[in-house]
């Protein structure tokens, strides 16, 4: 009877353990992505690198919209959906791809966070963590720095601007059209 009330629960054990690690470790597999992009957290805005995939050599800064800036400092904003999270370059991606988000940052510990997509990885200096998504519709969508960074925490949001695959490839072409321009 001892023997049974050990073995079959481990058993069980064992039985659900096995298809959980496979889900597990398919959650973290970043291989094969279409598109890779470098996330750096500084104090308080984020850094985009489009490092793989079109889009590759873009690089930009992404800070909060000064619009909301000055709703905020009016100390009696209005109600808008979007209150700190809009901001002046958002991180582009097309829908129905998987992309690869590389974190790191240059200064504190910060986090690269967007709900609608399940996301959290933390960005931390002198350290390269991954993850990935795949936007289902396209849309936007946003997300916050979820460490405690610093006095301008709040106005460190993440904006994603999901398009379709032709849309994103006008933004590319675009993107790079300006990068010619500026040398």
């Known amino acids: 009877v001892e023997l049974g009330w050990t073995i079959v629960p481990l058993l069980i054990v064992i039985g659900m353990a096995l298809p959980a690690t496979k889900v597990l470790v398919a959650q973290k597999d970043t291989t094969n992505s279409d598109l890779t992009i470098k996330a750096t957290g500084m104090q308080w805005k984020w850094g985009y690198d489009y490092i793989k995939g079109e889009g590759e050599g873009i690089a930009f ?9 000055e709703m905020s400092n009016s100390g009696n904003p209005p109600a808008t959906d979007d209150y700190l999270l809009k901001v002046d370059n958002p991180l582009v991606v097309p829908v129905g791809k998987k992309i690869r988000i590389i974190t790191t940052a240059n200064d504190v510990i910060h986090a690269w ?3 609608a997509f399940g996301v959290k990885q933390d960005a931390i200096p002198g350290f390269v963590r991954d993850t990935w998504f795949r936007a289902e519709k396209t849309g936007n969508f946003y997300g916050q720095c979820a460490e405690l960074c610093g006095k301008e925490h709040a106005y460190m949001p993440i904006h994603v601007k999901v398009v379709t695959p032709e849309e994103y490839t006008a933004w590319v072409a675009s993107k790079q059209k300006a990068v010619v321009a500026a040398k």
């Open 61 to 69: 800064l992404s800070t909060l919209d000064n619009s909301h800036r």
């Open 113 to 115: 966070m967007v709900p």
